[in-house]
């Protein structure tokens, strides 16, 4: 009978543990200008801004979240990349950006996926962005509808240009989820 009370209690304590808000956020990061990268919000639901740290390029930083959410990073001279954090999770950054200015994230779906996308791109100019470039964001639109990244991608690519295709705009969103 005592047992019986122990594994129920046990049982009930399990039950009641809830996840972390926290997102962990590690790896290395090596070209910077300068040991700070801001963090903020990317959208209108979220207020988040926070700084982070690297020091010696080692990334070691920890943030509440509490739904999957899209941020930026900014790195040097204000460069922007997009990056998904999500609460009980760890996400991994490497890159050095003298080499490269693509970043390898790991953890969180939309991270990989971007990353893999990114990967396919290095051989391209994106400043401005070569045809291939369009050609391969429209083909992972198109493929992946319900990926977070797509929504990415279709604002950089195509609606934040001097002259949007609201045409195209409006065929790549049908596609989505």
Request: hydrophobic letters at 40%.
């Amino acid at each position: 009978k005592k047992l019986y009370y122990i594994i129920l209690s046990a049982i009930c304590f399990a039950a009641c543990k809830g996840t972390s808000n926290q997102v962990e956020i590690k790896g290395e990061l090596k070209g910077l200008s300068n040991d700070t990268v801001y963090i903020y919000g990317n959208d209108e639901l979220s207020d988040l801004v926070d700084t982070m740290y690297i020091i010696n390029g080692k990334i070691a930083h920890t943030i509440s979240v509490d739904t999957l959410l899209h941020v930026m990073l900014i790195l040097n001279n204000n460069q922007e990349y997009p990056l998904y954090l999500d609460k009980d999770q760890t996400v991994t950054i490497k890159g050095d950006l003298t080499e490269s200015e693509y970043l390898d994230i790991k953890g969180i779906t939309p991270n990989e996926e971007l990353t893999a996308f990114n990967n396919s791109i290095r051989e391209f100019s994106v400043n401005p962005p070569d045809t291939a470039v369009i050609n391969r964001a429209e083909t992972f639109i198109r493929t992946n509808q319900t990926s977070l990244v797509s929504i990415y991608l279709l604002d950089k690519f195509f609606v934040q240009k001097a002259e949007p295709d609201f045409a195209k705009i409006k065929e790549l969103i049908s596609y989505m989820d």
